[in-house]
T-cell receptor, first 115, second 113 residues
Framework: GNSVTQMEGPVTLSEEAFLTINCTYT??????LFWYVQYPGEGLQLLLK?????DKGSNKGFEATYRKETTSFHLEKGSVQVSDSAVYFC??????????????FGKGTKLSVKP | GAVVSQHPSRVICKSGTSVKIECRSL??????MFWYRQFPKQSLMLMAT?????????EQGVEKDKFLINHASLTLSTLTVTSAHPEDSSFYIC?????????FGPGTRLTVT
């Protein structure tokens, strides 16, 4: 079946450090890929997405590139801020924009950024 | 942008009572809404898909008689946890789909004492 695997947390970084959160997927077909962010006590917000191979999603300084050859969608940010502290979820969906399936989430990676 | 609200944001109830959680799409119509449950330090588990005007579709292992879902209009879905027990304590999140994207509500923290 379809699944998402992301790196175990928690990840603790100092402000202005470089961030990478790994995400790989297994899917029959070509999914669309997403990163969601959950701030403490809140619901999920879409951070970025990519709907086909080699697409790069970007938002708020975060980037992720859809790599079909490695079935990956790693999240990166060049310089993290304390306000980036949150839980990050990688997710996939099949047939985005059409007769969609359900979002399949990874387990989430907690990021803590220290000043 | 598309906004989804949930009410209440937090609720504490006694074991054996029922609790209703509302999910509203504020500026768009949603024929499909989803209910998720999130345990501490874990991912979201899809509980059910709520379709306007028809019965909800429950995921395997989710008791439909315990978690009653009603999608009475294009902007409102409700989840009622019946005869709540402490093990039902969790963070419940709904999402609603517009033409293309899923939009998530802020979640409801349920504590059953």
């Amino acid at each position: 079946g379809n699944s998402v695997t992301q790196m175990e947390g928690p990840v603790t970084l100092s402000e202005e450090a470089f961030l990478t959160i790994n995400c790989t997927y297994t899917a029959t077909g070509y999914p669309s890929l997403f990163w969601y962010v959950q701030y403490p006590g809140e619901g999920l917000q879409l951070l970025l997405k990519a709907t086909k191979a080699d697409d790069k999603g970007s938002n708020k300084g975060f980037e992720a590139t859809y790599r079909k050859e490695t079935t990956s969608f790693h999240l990166e940010k060049g310089s993290v801020q304390v306000s980036d502290s949150a839980v990050y979820f990688c997710a996939l969906i099949m047939n985005y924009g059409g007769s969609q399936g359900n979002l399949i989430f990874g387990k989430g990676t907690k990021l803590s950024v220290k000043p | 942008g598309a906004v989804v609200s949930q009410h209440p944001s937090r609720v504490i109830c006694k074991s054996g009572t029922s609790v209703k959680i509302e999910c509203r799409s504020l500026d768009f119509q949603a024929t499909t809404m989803f209910w998720y449950r999130q345990f501490p330090k874990q991912s979201l588990m899809l509980m059910a898909t709520s379709n306007e005007g028809s019965k909800a579709t429950y995921e395997q292992g989710v008791e439909k008689d315990k978690f009653l879902i009603n999608h009475a209009s294009l902007t409102l879905s409700t989840l009622t946890v019946t005869s709540a027990h402490p093990e039902d304590s969790s963070f419940y999140i709904c999402s609603a789909r517009d033409d293309r994207d899923l939009h998530f509500g802020p979640g409801t923290r349920l504590t059953v004492t």
